[in-house]
């Protein structure tokens, strides 16, 4: 069955970076576009990150451009989120996603301390 598993997440310092791994597996990875979303405490679920079948497509919300960075290794079925010079706002659970199917990850949760 198609499974979604995120890692990576952690605590981490204003200005920090981390990096998010989702390993995919039960479908044909490089047959779909993935997406990254995140949750905060109180708030609806974002779309952050989206990378297209082969990578040569990305695109990212406002709030992360130049900070984020998406990408993706259909090899290791593997999709990765990069993400450097963390606010205390990128607080949240984030979750890899197949773009056109309804699975979600169980998300991994990432806390940057102020």
């Known amino acids: 069955q198609v499974q979604l598993v995120e890692s990576g997440g952690g605590l981490v310092q204003a200005g920090g970076a981390l990096r998010l791994s989702c390993a995919a597996s039960g479908f044909t990875f490089s047959s779909y576009a993935m997406d990254w979303y995140r949750q905060a405490p109180g708030k609806e679920r974002e779309l952050v990150a989206s990378i297209s079948t082969i990578g040569g497509t990305t695109n990212y919300a406002d709030s992360v451009k130049g900070r984020f960075t998406i990408s993706r290794d259909n090899a290791k079925n593997t999709v990765y989120l990069q993400m450097n010079s963390l606010k205390p706002e990128d607080t949240a659970v984030y979750y890899c996603?197949?773009?056109?199917?309804?699975?979600w990850g169980q998300g991994t949760q990432v806390t940057v301390s102020s």
């Open positions: 996603k197949i773009r056109t199917l309804a699975y």
